[in-house]
């Protein structure tokens, strides 16, 4: 609806891929609407995934002993962070809705995109004990992951030798998302799009589409163990 | 015992820290047991995560549509990949257990650790469907995930507020080590090393090498959903 805030978290090295495409569609889909839609396009900006000294600006709290967390959490509140890590928390402190689109990679995100997580949900910012899980920083705001896959649906299901797709949602749904307050919407998935036929990669993105026409009508998914493991 | 190889894929930025600890121990213990012992120091190293384009030498295979996944396998089998991921891989083919030890970043590997998976676990190298999981191509070997949490066990209970700590291993032993034919060792976890007495950190770093001393007459887990999701 017009007014509404979505940032786009966008990992694929290539503007014509079946990712690109899928990226496009809610850039599209989604202006329509009348939101205002941000992409973070993480391989065209060259985002940095290493979780280094390089991400605070200035003098370190504990120069004996560097301390990723600690580090970034004192840089945190004293403005004191990399102006790339500043961007992208102000992209995600004024969306309403953060949509990760990317191409699985071992089961996970790809690096870049951990990268992003790794440096810019920072204690602090978007979680600081004991403001986790349903009282994380990040509350009132909601996550979808939209992602390609390379197996097929099948190695995905229950009882299939990749175990169901849900058991590899855990780590960014629940331990990245819900940790920060942030409510999950039911993941989007295409699987295999590699491997079907154009028709069906056709009907992929339009389902995409026809999706985020009644997304923000969509009640989030109830992120505990029984909805990943049953 | 005399002979074996071990790689020891380490990522922390702060040699002093407890993981440089833990990674210090293995490399002592096991060199004293005889066994060859190399260190991918991935923070030291500046070890690349990002999966681009600059992985693979001279031409592509496809300009039109840059494919990552494709393009990293070609290259492989034509001997074009970047010099960094040849180094890599010519480690791995000659360790009989690799180490992982890391603390856990948003219940996963550090985005840097992610980038070595990613880049260096190439199919035609790795894996070459079908050989996957039970017949993956670096089947013989062993892997073990040596890591620490910042959350305590308690949180890492079934039940806990984050959940069983095996449900976030999934994607790491089954969907990365598993899906490559590596066996995995029972994983070695130090909970919250940062908020307990100096006494306690004593007593982990002593546990694992006592541990170490025995580790080659371990029999791997098996890697199934019941082990993870019981």
């Known amino acids: ?46 985002f940095e995934p290493r979780a280094t000294r390089s991400d605070i600006v200035g003098c370190l709290h504990n120069p004996e002993g560097f301390n990723y967390g600690v580090e970034m959490w004192e840089a945190y509140k004293r403005g004191a962070l990399s102006k790339d890590l500043v961007e992208e928390q102000k992209k995600v402190q004024e969306a309403d809705l953060l949509i990760f689109q990317f191409p699985l990679y071992w089961f996970s995100m790809p690096a870049i995109m951990k990268g992003w997580m790794d440096r810019v949900l920072v204690q602090g910012f978007a ?77 992929m993105l339009a389902a995409w589409a026809q999706r985020l026409k009644t997304l923000w009508k969509e009640e989030p998914i109830n992120c505990s163990p029984e909805w990943y493991f049953k």
């Open 127 to 203: 979680h600081e004990f004991p403001n986790c899980y349903d009282s994380g920083l990040l509350k009132d705001k909601l996550a979808l992951f939209s992602f390609t896959t390379g197996g097929s649906e099948e190695m995905y299901a229950k009882g299939g030798i990749s175990g169901d797709i849900r058991y590899l949602l855990w780590p960014m749904q629940h331990g990245i998302m819900h940790f920060c307050g942030i409510k999950v919407l039911a993941p989007h998935i295409c699987f295999s799009p590699e491997y079907v036929p154009e028709e069906s990669r056709k009907e």
């Open 1 to 46: 609806p017009p007014g509404r805030k979505v940032l786009i978290v966008y990992a694929h090295q290539e503007p014509k891929s079946f990712n690109g495409s899928l990226k496009s569609i809610a850039v599209e889909e989604l202006g329509k609407q009348g939101c205002s839609v941000t992409v973070s396009d993480l391989y065209a900006m060259g």
